[in-house]
């Protein structure tokens, strides 16, 4: 399997899986519907690690652009490949947002509130404060990143191009680390902390016929891509900056 395509297809699953709980959560009808916060975190935790499982042995599932820019940005992934990263990876959150349109069709019918409808594809702010919850995403995907680089196994340097590949075993930590930033942090933006997750999904929204769908708000949307970029570009810096001390 290319990286490439490792990368698609992990990041169509993180997104079927994540964008899965919240429409089982927030949509009509539903088995789960109604069973909350905790559910959507534990179950974006484990999306996360399905996808890692799929795709770390091959493209070191980044599954996420902010976290190519820390490969990036540290040494480990040429710009060509970087670009290839996050090109499958907004191609993957788009294929997984519309199957999870596919498999919930029936209580997106049933659902008559936009705004619930619009979250199984994306972000939105609880209080909307754009300087705040920019920082939110900030800090969030700080988190992500800054912990992604102490594993045992990443590297800050080297010639390894895909530090993040940790195997089965080693998608665990990375589960844990996106499920206590969910319960931590994720209160105040639904912590997107993934560019391609929201900009992807969010897209898919605007272009399926869905019917009394929420617009796609674009003054917001920039916040959920251009967040985690700023948070990935601090992590990294700081961990280099110690490395070297």
């Known amino acids: ?50 996808g890692v499982v799929i795709a ?18 540290a040494g480990n992934l040429a710009p060509a490949d970087s670009l290839s990263y996050v090109a499958a990876q907004f191609a993957g959150a788009m294929i997984g947002a519309s199957v999870v349109w596919l498999v919930y069709k029936d209580h997106f019918a049933r659902t008559d509130d936009p705004g619930l409808k619009q979250a199984v594809f994306c972000t939105a702010p609880a209080i909307r404060n754009l300087p705040i919850n920019l920082v939110g995403e900030i800090v969030g995907t700080f988190v992500l990143i800054f912990a992604v680089f102490y594993f045992k196994e990443a590297e800050l340097s080297g010639d390894t191009a895909t530090p993040i590949g940790l195997g089965s075993i080693g998608a665990i930590p990375v589960a844990f680390v996106v499920w206590v930033i969910g319960l931590a942090l994720g209160g105040t933006t639904g912590y997107a902390i993934n560019p391609a997750r929201d900009l992807g999904p969010r897209i898919v929204h605007a272009i399926l016929p869905i019917k009394n769908k929420a617009p796609f708000n674009g003054s917001y949307a920039w916040v959920p891509v251009v967040g985690p970029l700023i948070g990935a570009a601090l992590a990294t810096a700081l961990a280099v900056v110690l490395e070297s001390i």
């Open 56 to 73: 770390g042995p091959y493209s070191g599932a980044h599954l996420n652009p902010a976290v190519t820019l820390a490969m990036y940005l």
């Open 1 to 50: 399997m290319t990286p490439f395509i490792a990368e698609l297809i992990g990041t169509s699953i993180l997104i079927l899986l994540g964008g899965g709980v919240v429409a089982n959560v927030v949509l009509n009808d539903t088995k789960g519907n109604g069973s909350g916060w905790i559910v959507i975190t534990t179950a974006w935790a484990l999306a996360v690690f399905v």
